[in-house]
């Protein structure tokens, strides 16, 4: 088993997008004073053709699982 401490590292990985759609085109994680958060990526080109990517970082949400909807019997 490794020791390997991942305190204050990050993790992106590319996804594939449509053009023009609002996904993110990479996701990963953050990891920061040992609490892990969620990041998100989007690529772009500056006016002056640079490429560059601005993204957010947010907490996980827990997931929640919603009981199914019973129909009414009628």
Known sequence: MSDY???NTFVLFSEEVEEGS???NCTG????DGK???LAGWSG???NG???VRGTWSEYKA???EPAKEEAPF
């Open 5 to 7: 401490d991942d305190t």
């Open 22 to 24: 609002k996904k993110p």
């Open 29 to 32: 994680k953050i990891n920061i």
């Open 36 to 38: 892990e958060m969620r």
């Open 45 to 47: 080109e500056s006016k």
């Open 50 to 52: 640079r490429r560059y």
């Open 63 to 65: 997931k929640t699982t």
